[in-house]
Nanobody, 126 residues
Framework: QVQLVESGGGLVQAGGSLRLSCAAS????????MGWFRQAPGKEREFVAG????????SYTDSVKGRFTISRDNALKTLYLQMNSLKPEDTAVYYC???????????????????WGQGTQVTVSS
């Protein structure tokens, strides 16, 4: 019911910024909690940031607090992740996800998400 396409990844120097976007299609987008996950080579996919369907609740993994900001524009069916002060350890493939679970809450487990984008590569050089 939902298709997601990420964009905005690329190569950036440490200390730089990127803004990731996730464009969604499907009329049920506005009811879904959404999140950003990332996966580095040899590691499990990890939660980065999440946002409730209304945008009223957000959550971040400790390593990105104060540097990353998640937001959504339901009218435009778009999810964003503003990433500032990037570090080499932020290097990963970043995935946009939509939960499909009812409730105005933030979801942090990948098992709670039903829809995924193809991923966009973020590489931070030192």
């Amino acid at each position: 019911q939902v298709q997601l396409v990420e964009s905005g990844g690329g190569l950036v120097q440490a200390g730089g910024s990127l803004r990731l976007s996730c464009a969604a299609s499907g009329r049920t987008f506005r009811t879904y909690a959404m999140g950003w996950f990332r996966q580095a080579p040899g590691k499990e996919r990890e939660f980065v940031a999440g946002i409730s369907w209304s945008g009223g609740r957000t959550s971040y993994t400790d390593s990105v607090k104060g540097r990353f900001t998640i937001s959504r524009d339901n009218a435009l069916k778009t999810l964003y992740l503003q990433m500032n002060s990037l570090k080499p350890e932020d290097t990963a493939v970043y995935y946009c996800a939509a939960s499909g679970i009812v409730g105005d809450t933030v979801l942090k487990s990948p098992l709670q998400y039903n829809y995924w984008g193809q991923g966009t590569q973020v590489t931070v050089s030192s």
